[in-house]
């Protein structure tokens, strides 16, 4: 699963500005910062004067109470604390953290379990998470273990409170959490009668109405070569109230005995995905579920995650896998029509 709050993670989708004359007065302001281990960008069209003094203490804000619900790394956010409860207590779930699980038990059910929020100790045991990355690969018993202390299943939901039915489960919500931070912004943006911006968080999108110059709002998204930040784009295109996110297995992974091991690790067998799938987007209504979706996507058959996608509303997806002869190119049905 993707890592939240550890280092400084390259964004995995790159935000184009495409230049066009000027077509009316609308300016374009742009408020920059740090969170989830990660830069976030915002950018806000408005005919009227803003104070981004004050949009800066407004985002941080609302950033940090994301924070506080969804952190594995702060001790007393309510993610963390719900880790040490034991099985059988219930646990009272914050407004945040109430959204994310909702959309979370919803892409576990959908994706028969290839997004699973409970891998924390599946990612700790290859060296992905909040433990030092390993030097050796971990032993098939201890990934056996490993697998018996996880399952989103073993969760039970009821009136926004939530408990464990089993020991040891804990929750990694990781490849959800940038997702929801983005959403969280654009809420705020709405919120303030703001209608043209582009929230943008450690490469997961939102894109809302259009750009100062009255054209849907263009992204790029990394092309999938393990060189670097300057491997270039793949593909460019527009979003308009849409949400983009992209998983990938360039950005963190470790070589071993020749062998490449990405950080999505498959919940069912513990270990790191072999698939040949490199690389996931998925275009949704909101970040939260693109988010989920396109770690999912990862782990899936690409011929499961495209009939998945097409199956859904308002849910576009492409899916590169690496061949002896390249890139291979899996577009759900409506993928062409962001395409730039």
């Known amino acids: 699963m993707k890592r939240f709050l550890t280092g400084m993670a ?3 989708v790159w935000l184009i500005f ?33 104070s981004m003094d004050l ?65 924390k100790p599946l990612v700790d045991l290859w060296g992905f998470g909040t433990r030092q990355p390993t030097d050796s690969l971990p032993e098939p018993g201890a990934i056996t273990a490993a697998v018996a202390l996880t399952g989103f299943h073993h969760l039970v939901f009821e009136n926004n409170h939530v408990k464990k ?7 990694d919500l990781g490849s959800i959490a940038k997702g929801y931070g983005v959403d969280a912004i654009a809420g705020v943006l709405t919120r303030a009668g703001i209608d043209n911006f582009l929230v943008e968080i450690g490469g997961e999108l939102y894109g809302s109405g259009k750009n100062r110059h009255k ?20 593909k460019v295109v527009n979003l308009e109230n849409r949400a983009i996110a992209t998983s990938g297995d360039y950005r963190n992974f470790f070589k071993f005995g020749g062998k490449t091991y990405s950080h999505i690790i498959d919940p069912k067998t513990g270990y790191p995905v072999d698939n040949q799938v490199v690389s996931a987007s998925v275009i949704a209504c909101t970040c939260t579920f693109a988010d989920a979706l396109a770690t999912a996507f990862m782990v899936m058959a690409p011929e499961d995650s495209l009939a998945l996608a097409d199956s859904l509303e308002n ?17 759900s049905q409506g993928f062409h029509t962001f395409v730039q």
């Open 10 to 12: 390259m964004s995995i």
């Open 18 to 50: 495409l230049w066009v004359p000027s077509i009316s007065q609308a300016k374009e302001y742009t408020i920059q910062g740090r969170t989830m281990g990660t830069f976030y960008t915002v950018k806000l069209v408005s005919s009227q004067k803003q």
């Open 55 to 119: 949009w800066q203490k407004q985002i941080d804000t609302r950033l940090a109470q994301v924070n506080a619900g969804l952190s594995m790394y702060d001790p007393d956010s309510d993610l963390s604390r719900f880790n040490q409860t034991e099985p059988g207590r219930s646990f009272r779930l914050s407004h945040d953290f109430a959204r994310v699980m909702d959309t979370a038990r919803t892409v576990f059910t959908l994706t028969d379990g290839a997004w699973d929020g409970t891998v």
């Open 165 to 171: 039915t089993k020991s040891g489960i804990t929750l």
């Open 215 to 234: 054209k849907p709002w263009s992204v790029g998204i990394t092309h999938p070569l393990k060189t670097g930040a300057d491997a270039g784009f793949y």
């Open 315 to 331: 849910v576009e997806c492409l899916i590169i896998q690496k061949t002896p002869d390249g890139f291979r190119e899996i577009a």
